[in-house]
């Protein structure tokens, strides 16, 4: 995690800051925030607690010790000893200008200067500033603390350098840094997204449909697609065998027609915010914000989760993150994790495939440290498992998975381990697993070499010296 800064400093705590404090405390970022609302604290406190709740289900890696979040009551004791400092304060020019005149002058020479601006340009807001080779647009979505991806643009004055930590920052706290290599007004994802809203407004404004039906439109249909492959490839596959150029000779003519209203903007008259403003209340259904954030991020975990097993689009950029967190292990321990909420079934127990997904961690774990690659066509399959449940594990328990080599030789790896709750000796539960190499292009097992079989028998050698558990070897018991 050599990219990590140990803190940031955050200018606005509102939607944005607030998620921007969760996403960075929760990967072990120190966060020192500047809002003058009363009302910050509280709001800020909020959104974290959410966050957890979401990442508790989202992974299982272990996550880093959280930072802390510290509001204090200036940009200068914000900025202090920051490594990058985030401004996501009212989308107002001059505002803007000056919060971040105040941060440059305050902030070590270091540091870098990121805006969530939505659409102003950063050759406008680094006019104000004395160093402004250092400010970068760095444009997230919400929630900040689960969407992965953050705009980059740079303005005339804005060094690639800036361009390139702030990337390398961002990835290190699990986003998909999106380089706008242009600049222009509403860097690319706002363009798309305002195209679609003012067509939006205008069904609503011309009483064509309701803000439900409309937003029902979006999420039985193309919504759930996008999320996989955006809407080039989505179309490149509607166009069969023939692909772009047969979807363009079908669709193409429509464009010309036009469907759509263009850059036509709707009067905001009170009579059309009165109608949005009832109809999409309607739509919540009296359901407070943050339960209607709740139920949106349960949501958005599992899509992630989903697009994870495909390896496909964020749910790559989620592979790769939780590929970091298991890598930054020290090298003797187990994996560590917090028991979910939601593990829980009807019964009020932790229900006993999560005992199996966190052996089954332990061991990704373990052969990740081994050097296993699965690119390279190397890989264990697990062959016969033997599990111990001794002591109930409760939702919120801390624990911990240690693993010992019993035995290794080119084909075989046989492991124990061993699942605690932190500051306990007694386990709770215990696996017995046998795994076989196996060569993954042929389809069969087949001897493990080179550096992995090496590092395989050095493990086993070390780990012959340490005490054989109690457990190992037994059959089921009929006592
Ligand atoms: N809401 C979104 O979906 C979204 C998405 C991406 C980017 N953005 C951008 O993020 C920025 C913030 O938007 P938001 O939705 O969080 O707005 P918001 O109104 O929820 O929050 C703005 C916060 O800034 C605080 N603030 C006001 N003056 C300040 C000052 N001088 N110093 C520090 N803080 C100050 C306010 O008290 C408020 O808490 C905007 O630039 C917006 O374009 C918003």
Known sequence: MADRPARVGLLGGGVIGAG??????????????????????????????????????LTLAPLPAEGAVELVDSVEAA?????????????????KQELLAAADRAAPPEAILCSSTSGLRPTDLQRSLDRPERLVVGHPFNPVYLLPLVELCGGERTAPATVERAAAIYESVGMRPL?????????????????????????????????????????????LRWAVMGTFLTYRIAGGEAGMRHFMAQFGPALAWPWSRLTDVPELTDELLDRLAEQSDAQAAGRPLRELERVRDDALVGLLQALRAQDEGAGAVLAAWERRLLGSQPPAGGVRARVPADWV??????????????????????????????????????????????????????????TQVL???????????????????????????????????AGRAAPASGAMLDSVLRLRDEHAALPRPERAGRSIGRG
């Open 407 to 441: 035995d290794a030789d080119e084909k075989r790896l046989h492991v124990f381990h061993t699942l605690r709750r932190d500051g306990e000796d007694e386990p709770l539960a215990t696996a017995e697993q046998m795994l076989l190499h196996v060569d993954t292009r």
């Open 179 to 223: 380089v706008v290599r242009t600049e222009i007004d509403g860097f690319l994802a706002d363009r798309l997204l305002e195209a679609l809203w003012r067509e939006a407004l205008w069904l609503v404004a011309d009483d064509v449909a309701t803000v439900e039906e409309i937003d029902d439109a979006i999420r039985f249909g193309a919504g």
């Open 20 to 57: 921007w404090a969760a996403r960075f405390a929760l990967n072990g970022v120190g966060v020192r925030l500047y809002d003058p609302a009363p009302s910050a604290g509280r709001a800020v406190a909020d959104v974290l607690a959410n966050a957890r709740r979401a990442y508790g289900r």
């Open 79 to 95: 900025v202090e000893g920051a490594s990058l400092v985030q401004e996501s304060a009212p989308e107002r020019l001059e505002l």
């Open 345 to 402: 079934d009807y019964n009020g127990h932790v229900h006993e495939s999560r005992y199996l997904q966190l052996f089954g961690d332990a061991t990704d774990a373990l052969l990740g440290r081994l050097g296993v690659d699965l690119e390279a066509g190397s890989s264990y399959f697990t062959v016969e498992t033997h599990l111990s449940h001794l002591r109930q594990l409760e939702a919120g328990d801390a624990v911990s998975v240690t």
